[in-house]
């Protein structure tokens, strides 16, 4: 189904079929939300001194050298 014929279906459901989709799309966009702020701690949480980077390559990366 493409996007334009999906958007025609939303459009043709009555309010309470449009509350009950809306609910669902927020709780898909929650959970999204909580599995990359898990995989965020994880990735802080890693101790293993090979995956992190120095201040100096930190600036590097990101442009900030003086």
Do not use: H, N
Not at 1 to 27: G, H, N, P, Q
Not at 38 to 65: F, H, M, N, S, Y
Request: aromatic share 6%; charged share 40%; proline share 2%.
């Amino acid at each position: 189904m493409s996007f334009d014929a999906l958007l025609k279906e939303v459009e043709a459901l009555d309010a309470t079929a449009r509350r009950k989709l809306i609910a669902y799309m927020i709780t898909l966009e929650d959970r999204r939300q909580t599995e990359y702020a898990e995989k965020l701690a994880q990735k802080i949480d890693d101790q293993t001194p090979g995956k992190w980077l120095t201040v100096e390559q930190c600036e590097r990366e990101l442009g900030l050298e003086d």
